[in-house]
């Protein structure tokens, strides 16, 4: 069965700080792997996604991928209150398969 | 462009009543759709899926069904609602990952 594990937090960082959230995952014939954002009561929205081991950088957020160890992170830099959110992994075998997911992060941003 | 419709937002809903929620696509054609439920404070579980219509593939056994009626439309339904059915229904189709629906919060009394 394929497993995506995510430490469920919360994960605490104070304002500006780099806020550094981690994922492991079972299926070695893994290929695509995204990172969601999930504010309270909302719906999770796609942050990022890398597809090849090495990193990925999207302004503050950086995707971090290693296929040997099976392990994708998200870094993000500069840390606002507003980044304070659940934060999801997902993984997918290939570019048309279905996702499987980890249980989120709490991330938490104190000013 | 394409978007994804859910409603309705919100939804109270007394034990043993039937449920439809409904999700529909725009600006695509043949989408992958997905239903997960999300219970409070917990992952994402999915419930659903379907390729086409007509098509559909279940999960989860539990008294929830879904349907596919036409291509770009996804339906959640019940016939007899419990109280564990309480959550946070999320419809989703596949672009890069997943594109969800704005969801809709499910509270069975």
């Known amino acids: 069965q394929k497993e995506v594990e995510q430490n469920s937090g919360p994960l605490s960082v104070p304002e500006g700080a780099i806020a550094s959230l981690n994922c492991t995952y079972s299926d070695r014939g893994s290929q695509s792997f995204f990172w969601y954002r999930q504010y309270s009561g909302k719906s999770p929205e796609l942050i990022m996604f890398i597809y090849s081991n090495g990193d990925k950088e999207d302004g503050r957020f950086t995707a971090q991928l290693n296929k040997a160890s099976q392990y994708v992170s998200l870094l993000i830099r500069d840390s606002q209150p507003s980044d304070s959110a659940t934060y999801l992994c997902a993984v997918s075998f290939g570019a048309g398969n279905m996702l499987t997911f980890g249980g989120g992060t709490r991330l938490m941003v104190k000013p | 462009s394409q978007t994804i419709h859910q409603w309705p937002a919100t939804l109270v809903q007394p034990v043993g009543s039937p449920l439809s929620l409904e999700c529909t696509v725009e600006g695509t054609s043949n989408p992958n759709l997905y239903w997960y439920r999300q219970a409070a404070g917990r992952g994402l579980q999915l419930l659903f899926y379907s390729v086409g219509i007509g098509q559909i593939s279940s999960e989860v056994p539990q008294n929830l069904s879904a349907s596919r009626p036409q291509d770009r439309q996804f339906i959640l339904s019940s016939k007899k609602l419990l109280l564990s059915d309480s959550g946070f229904y999320l419809c989703?189709?596949?672009?890069?990952?997943?594109?969800f629906g704005s969801g809709t919060r499910l509270t069975v009394v």
């Open positions: 989703a189709w596949r672009q890069v990952g997943y594109t």
